[in-house]
């Protein structure tokens, strides 16, 4: 019966069973479409979350972000997940390029990906970048809470920054 199903409507019945928590039948519906079709760009970000979120299978979740935002680099939405996944596996070029990628694209979540450029920075133990990436999250933030934790990066990454200062002590008579 799913042979009369077009790729749309095949495509929303898989987002419909991710809803509702069904990851295998979503799976299933996933993969028929990108067989079916391999430039079905939104099956790919789908899989990309699946196996990113679900399954934990960071190169098939690489795989599908990267070949979503290649097929439709105006789709905002692969952005957030793709570079939260390439800050989790430390990539460091992939985020830079990434983000700059993806704050040309109209309708991304310019705080988050400010925030997560900034994570990585931190990670990194950059921490002059990454307080200048939590300001300009801050700045691009559109909720209190957004603002709170742009806000609580920078003290945090702050009070960091001053424990990992080198102290130089000198004896005077």
Known sequence: MDIYLTIEEKYLQAV?????GYNKKALRLLNEIVAADPFYARAHYQLGKLHYYEVKDYQAAGYHFKTC?????????????????????????LVQ????????????????????????????????????SYHEAYLHALSKNERDTAEECIGRVKAKKSRSAKFNYELSN
């Open 16 to 20: 419909d069973k991710l809803g509702y």
């Open 69 to 93: 935002a290649e097929l439709e680099p105006s789709f905002p939405d692969v952005y957030a997940d793709y570079l939260h996944l390439l800050v989790f596996l430390k990539m460091g070029k």
């Open 97 to 132: 390029l990434v983000s700059e990628k993806a704050l040309g694209v109209a309708g991304v979540d310019v705080a988050y990906i400010h925030y997560l450029s900034g994570l990585y920075a931190e990670k990194q133990m950059n921490w002059d970048s990454a307080i200048e």
